[in-house]
C-alpha cells in the first residue's frame, strides 16, 4: 500500500511539469500582428499630426516663391496756382522686384523644412509601431504565461486534494504538505501580479489601436529570422537623419541671410491730373532700393555662420553615436543568427518579460 501511494504521490508529482500548455479557457479572438501595427498607425493622432505638418511644408515651398502684392496708391484734393483752382487727381502704382536669387534661397530653405518634417512623420509611425509590437509582445507572452501558472495552480490543487485522503503519520508527511502548501501560495501571488501586468498591458494597447473588445495578438514565437542587412552607414536612421537635415537648414539659412542685405528693386509708375484754368496730366516712373547704410546684416551672418558650424559637429557626433548602435545592433544579430544563442536569448525574454521587442523585430516578426 504504501508502494502504490508513493508511485501515485510521484505521478502527481511529475504533473507539474514547467512546459508551456494552451490558453486559458476563455478564448480571445486572435488578431494578426501585422493588423495590430497598421490599426496603430492608422489611428494613432500623433502620427495624424505629423502628416499635416508635412502639407503644411509642402505649402510654405510654394508661397516663399510668391512676389508681394503690388500697391494702389490713390490721393485726391484741391490745388491752387496762377491759373486757378481745382481738383488733384492721382494714382501710384508700386511693385517690388526681388533682388534675383532671394526666392529661390528661400524655396530652398523651405524644402529642406519640409523634409524636417516628413523625417519627423516617419520617426512618429517608426515609435507607434515599435510600441505596438512592443506591447503585442508583450500581452501574447503574459497571456502564455498567465495560462502556464493557472495549470500549475490547478495540479497543485490536485495533490494538495490527494494529501487530504491521507493521514499524516511521520514528520515527511506533514513536510510533503506543508510544501505544497507554501507553493500554492506563492502561486497564487504569482498569479495575481501576471493578471494584473497583462490587464495593465492589454489597456495600453487598448489605447493605441483604440478597439473596444479584448483579442490576443498573433506573434511568430521564435521562428528562424529573416534578418536585414546591417547598413554601416545608417544613412536613413531617422535621428541621424534629422540631425544632417538641420545641418542643411542651417546652410540654406545662412544663404537666406546673405541675400537679405541685397537690396530689392521698388517699380512704380504715377499719374496726376490737376483741373485748374487748364487740365494738366502728370505721368512719372519710379525706382527706389534700399541703401545698405547702417544695417549690412552682417552680426546675423556671423550668427548663421556659427549655427552652421554648431550643426556640423552635432551632426559628426551623432554619426559617430549611431555607428557604435549599428555596432551593438550587429553582435545581437549574430547571436540571433545562432539558434543555440537564439533560444537562450528567447529563454531569458520568456524567464523576464522584458526586450521581446527587439528581438521580434530582428526577427522578422512583423507579421
Not at 505629423?50 to 502684392?69: D, F, P, T
Not at 519640409?114 to 501574447?140: C, G
Amino acid at each position: 500500500m504504501m508502494i502504490q501511494t508513493a508511485i501515485l504521490f510521484f505521478c502527481l508529482v511529475l504533473l507539474t511539469g514547467t512546459g508551456f500548455t494552451n490558453p486559458p479557457s476563455r478564448e480571445l479572438p486572435v488578431v494578426p500582428l501585422s493588423k495590430i501595427v497598421q490599426q496603430a498607425v492608422e489611428r494613432s493622432q500623433w502620427v495624424r499630426a505629423e502628416s499635416h505638418a508635412v502639407l503644411s511644408e509642402e505649402a510654405k515651398i510654394a508661397q516663399a516663391g510668391v512676389w508681394q502684392n503690388p500697391t494702389l496708391a490713390l490721393a485726391a484734393g484741391r490745388i491752387s496756382n496762377l491759373d486757378g483752382q481745382g481738383p488733384l487727381l492721382e494714382a501710384t502704382l508700386y511693385q517690388t522686384i526681388p533682388f534675383p536669387g532671394k526666392l529661390g534661397a528661400k524655396e530652398r530653405s523651405s524644402a529642406v523644412s519640409k523634409r524636417l518634417a516628413e523625417n519627423e512623420h516617419r520617426k512618429s509611425r517608426l515609435q507607434v509601431e515599435a510600441e505596438a509590437y512592443a506591447l503585442s509582445f508583450q500581452l501574447a507572452s503574459l497571456h502564455r504565461l498567465t495560462a502556464h501558472i493557472e495549470e500549475r495552480h490547478r495540479r497543485f490543487r490536485m495533490i494538495r486534494s490527494f494529501l487530504a485522503t491521507r493521514s499524516v503519520a511521520v514528520p515527511s508527511q506533514r513536510a510533503e504538505k506543508q510544501l505544497v502548501m507554501n507553493k500554492l501560495t506563492l502561486l497564487e501571488e504569482h498569479l495575481l501580479l501576471k493578471k494584473a501586468q497583462r490587464k495593465h498591458v492589454w489597456l495600453a494597447l487598448q489605447e493605441l489601436v483604440q478597439e473596444p473588445d479584448e483579442f490576443l495578438p498573433e506573434v511568430p514565437w521564435w521562428k528562424k529570422p529573416e534578418l536585414p542587412t546591417v547598413d554601416p552607414a545608417q544613412e536613413m536612421a531617422p535621428s541621424l537623419q534629422k540631425q544632417q537635415l538641420l545641418l542643411q537648414k542651417a546652410e540654406a539659412e545662412l544663404e537666406v541671410g546673405k541675400n537679405t542685405i541685397l537690396p530689392d528693386i521698388n517699380l512704380g509708375v504715377g499719374y496726376r491730373n490737376e483741373l485748374t484754368g487748364s487740365t494738366t496730366h502728370f505721368y512719372t516712373g519710379y525706382l527706389a532700393v534700399s541703401l545698405p547704410l547702417f544695417d549690412r546684416g552682417q552680426h546675423s551672418v556671423d550668427s548663421l555662420r556659427s549655427q552652421v558650424e554648431a550643426e556640423r559637429l552635432r551632426a559628426e557626433a551623432k554619426r559617430r553615436t549611431v555607428q557604435r548602435q549599428l555596432e551593438v545592433l550587429h553582435r545581437l544579430r549574430v547571436v540571433l543568427v545562432r539558434p543555440v544563442g537564439r533560444q537562450r536569448l528567447a529563454d531569458a525574454v520568456l524567464g523576464e518579460g522584458e526586450a521581446v521587442l527587439v528581438v521580434g523585430l530582428l526577427a522578422g516578426g512583423g507579421g
